[in-house]
């Protein structure tokens, strides 16, 4: 069983209201030890193997993602964390296609790690995707 943690932190109102709740260095860490210490491992436990190095590819990656990108309505700019595989492979695994494996190119199903890890975490906080 999973058990996530949410690291604690105070919250100070007059650090530049909601915006600087929002790109605040505390909450940029309790999210990456959310991906680092659930996500990641949940992805690499459901990774295939047969590429060799698609399992030791998975990285965390912060970032700050502009608030239009996210809500037209609500624009505001905050941090996050991306779980990204950087294996070549990576598209064909997740979406289907074909790879390269040992010089032959063999057919390969969608796997959707990235979609099913998601539905993971969202389990785990009794959140369904795609309901509000």
């Keep these: ?3 996530v943690v949410f690291t604690r932190f105070k919250l100070n109102r ?3 209201g909601f915006a600087g709740i929002a790109l605040s260095p505390k909450i940029r860490d309790a999210v990456h030890d959310v991906v ?5 491992p949940y992805a ?9 190095t698609y399992r030791r590819s998975w990285q965390v990656d912060d970032v700050i ?3 239009a990108e996210l809500n037209q309505k609500w624009p505001l700019t905050r941090v996050g964390t991306r779980l990204v595989n950087k294996d070549p492979s990576a598209k064909f695994i997740e979406i289907g296609g074909a790879v390269r ?3 032959q190119v ?8 990235l979609g099913r890890t998601l539905d993971h975490l969202d389990a ?8 509000m």
Excluded: C, D
């Design 1 to 3: 069983m999973v058990q």
């Design 14 to 16: 007059s650090a530049r």
């Design 36 to 40: 680092e210490r659930t996500a990641r």
């Design 44 to 52: 690499v436990g459901i990774s295939p193997s047969a590429t060799g």
């Design 65 to 67: 993602v502009p608030g």
């Design 101 to 103: 494996v040992g010089g």
């Design 106 to 113: 063999k057919p390969t199903p969608a796997r959707h790690v």
């Design 124 to 131: 785990l906080s009794g959140r369904v995707r795609g309901a």
